[in-house]
Nanobody, 118 residues
């Protein structure tokens, strides 16, 4: 079945960097666009970035443009999110899913917590 396993989160100081990973299984990873989402306490998940399956096209939320980079390794069925110049407003649980700008599957992983604090 479809499964997403996110990792790489943690506690980081403002201005710091993190690299998140998402290992996907149960579907043809290389065929699908992939996206990162994040959820703030008490809020709905919001889109962070999307990456097409081929001829890579990327789309970012305005709040992360220029700071975050989405990438993928199809040989490893893995999606990445490199985050730089982090601010406390980036504190959230980060999730991945297939699809361009909206989730393809109703299944979600456990997410990975990112906390930006001094």
């Amino acid at each position: 079945q479809v499964q997403f396993v996110e990792s790489g989160g943690g506690l980081v100081q403002p201005g710091g960097s993190l690299r998140l990973s998402c290992v996907a299984s149960g579907f043809a990873f290389h065929v699908f666009a992939m996206s990162w989402y994040r959820q703030f306490p008490g809020k709905e998940r919001e889109l962070v970035a999307s990456l097409s399956s081929a001829n890579p096209i990327k789309n970012y939320a305005d709040s992360v443009t220029g700071r975050f980079t989405i990438s993928r390794d199809n040989a490893k069925n893995t999606l990445y999110l490199t985050m730089k110049r982090l601010t406390p407003e980036d504190t959230a649980i980060y999730y991945c899913n297939a699809g361009w700008e909206k989730p393809e599957f109703t299944t979600w992983g456990q997410g990975t917590q990112v906390t930006v604090s001094s």
